[in-house]
């Protein structure tokens, strides 16, 4: 590699010749300051054999033009020497970086994708490499690569989809979540003033001019609203971070970026998942006289669940139900049982697979977790209950005949095909309401398996495996609450154990008269009538 230099010229012109003098002008020689430094550095010739030099010009002092040759030469020499192909590459990123009067990039970042064998001079943005990474996610489940892209399409591109990959950084990602939280405050101004117009005309009469010119302008306002909206929660955030975690990851391992995972390192708003609470008298009224649920999450107490069996006793889903209620499957898993997966002799169901649901199409897919692949056994009702369900499938096959649709599903319409998911959760709520019973999700009766069985005391263990968990951490977080009132009841039961010969009251309002008569003194006669206060008091 042939050494370059530097020198001093200026743009003056020879008046006789009418050219510049460039490094000859005589005022070079009288004054420091006349002129400018350029950098001149010879480069390996192109593939055609063409002579190529770096020359940049106009630093104002030597030093600045010195580091500048410094800057040349490093990245010229990080090919071997017998390493031709290697050379020209380098030479190629500084002509480019020439022609387009771009900065020389960093001598690390050039190094490391060079021992890579990474292209030189990729500008590659993190929109790019997103959509590089999701198409190589060829072994994700279809719902979990459908959450990736409305991470990426609806968050990620649109905040920091244009930067480069290499040049993200922790303060991005602060300015990203921070602008999605401002966005969710504005949606629940919105939310709540289109709330506040919708309770104004379901109260205005219809009755009356006025009334219905009031009601018309109320319509038209609720027609300019934006529509109701879901604000960003911080489970999502975690989300979406834990999304572009996970492509870094990727890029990182494949030297695509430097080692440093900015994600890793962003900070956000603490978010809790909700605990399930049972719905108790306190609850139910608070319910009623505000419209609020104590809890997203809130499961029946026994008494409820059985009222709300026996209210559907008759329905065509009736097993369904039971089938949650009881043994705590997932939506998708009850509606995707099998004829197949049912074991007479054993008594049991094999939860092999589920329907899913992908915005209102359904697929098959296998459960959500591995651990979700687990045998669940059935108590000798729901079994003989399985046997009659089979016997009127066989009914209903006759009378539909060519119609009847052999899905093999244990559950499914009139006709033998599918049930939705969607749908069955639509006519779960509908009963719920005509059974007069507190609001739950259907999922909530999953919840609800899960609270008999703690109540029941069955060990916390068979309780994550019938559910499916994957640890029995995950059905302590979501059950705290449960466990908590569970642990309440043991200590009353600690305490009934030891016998005593006076209790103390255990309500405010419980007289606290002793549990054996007082014995009058020897120095007193006994008193007639009741004891005053301070007598019961001591």
Sequence with gaps: MKNGSISRRCRCTDPATGKDYGAACPKLKSSRRHGTWTVFQELEPGQDGRRRRFRRGGFDTAARAQEELDKVRALLALPEEDDAWGRTQISDLIENCLNTKARLPGYDETRRRFQAGQPLGSKTTLAEWLDTWLAGRKRLRRSGAARYECDIRIHLKPHLGHLRLDKLRVHHLDAMFDAINEHNIEIQEQNAQRRAVRDELAATPFKG????????????????????????????????????????????????????????????????????????????????????????????????????????AEDRLHLLWRLIAFRGLRRGEACGLRWVDHSVAAQSLTIATQLVQDGWEIYEGAPKTDHGVRIVALDDETAQLLLGLKARHARERLIWGDGWQHTGRIFTQEDGSLLHPGKVSDLFERRVAAAGLPPIRLHDLRHVAATLMLSADIDIKVVSETLGHSDTRITRDIYQAVLDDLARDAAEKVVQLVPRARRHPTRANDSATPTLPRQPSRLSSPRQGPETDAERSA
């Design 209 to 312: 001019a006025e009334n219905r010119a009031r009601r018309k302008w109320l319509t038209a306002q609720l027609d300019a609203m934006p529509p109701f909206r879901r604000i960003t929660g911080p489970n999502t955030q975690k989300h979406i971070r834990d999304t572009l975690r996970a492509a870094l990851n990727v890029a990182i391992a494949q030297q695509v970026m430097p080692n440093f995972n900015p994600a890793a390192h962003a900070e956000l708003l603490p978010g809790t998942k909700p605990k399930a609470l049972v719905w108790t008298d306190e609850r139910i009224e608070h319910w009623q006289q505000t419209g609020q649920r104590p809890s997203p999450v809130m499961v029946w107490t026994p008494q409820q669940t059985g009222h709300f069996l026996d209210f559907v």
